[in-house]
Nanobody
Framework: QVQLVESGGGLVQAGGSLRLSCAPS????????LAWFRQAPGKEREFVAS????????DYGDSVKGRFTISRDNAKNTMYLQMHSLKPEDTAIYYC???????????????????WGQGTQVTVSS
């Protein structure tokens, strides 16, 4: 069972930046496909970004495209979400997720991801 741990959340003013990190607890990323989702109070979990190591592809949700960047540092065994030009509507709990190692293609569907972190809160003030 893969345990994922996020960090880097916090409070930031609109227009500011944050970088979230995600690393597996006690092991290494074996999954090719990693992703970030977010969930605001009273809303469904929303796809933010995903990355496929084998295919070298990335995908972004429309609301974050051009502002957020997903990346993976294999040497540090860590995945990142760099967020710029943050808006109050970006406020949510952010989760990192990993697909089973059987899969190579990214997905925007939360149910396609087998492993999740506990989430980190991002709050953007206006």
């Amino acid at each position: 069972q893969v345990q994922l741990v996020e960090s880097g959340g916090g409070l930031v003013q609109a227009g500011g930046s944050l970088r979230l990190s995600c690393a597996p607890s006690g092991g290494t990323f074996v999954s090719s496909v990693l992703a970030w989702f977010r969930q605001a109070p009273g809303k469904e979990r929303e796809f933010v970004a995903s990355f496929s190591r084998h295919l070298g592809t990335t995908d972004y949700g429309d609301s974050v495209k051009g502002r957020f960047t997903i990346s993976r540092d294999n040497a540090k065994n860590t995945m990142y979400l760099q967020m710029h030009s943050l808006k109050p509507e970006d406020t949510a709990i952010y989760y990192c997720a990993a697909r089973s190692s059987l899969y190579r293609y990214t997905s925007r569907v939360p149910g396609d991801y087998a492993f999740w972190g506990q989430g980190t809160q991002v709050t953007v003030s206006s």
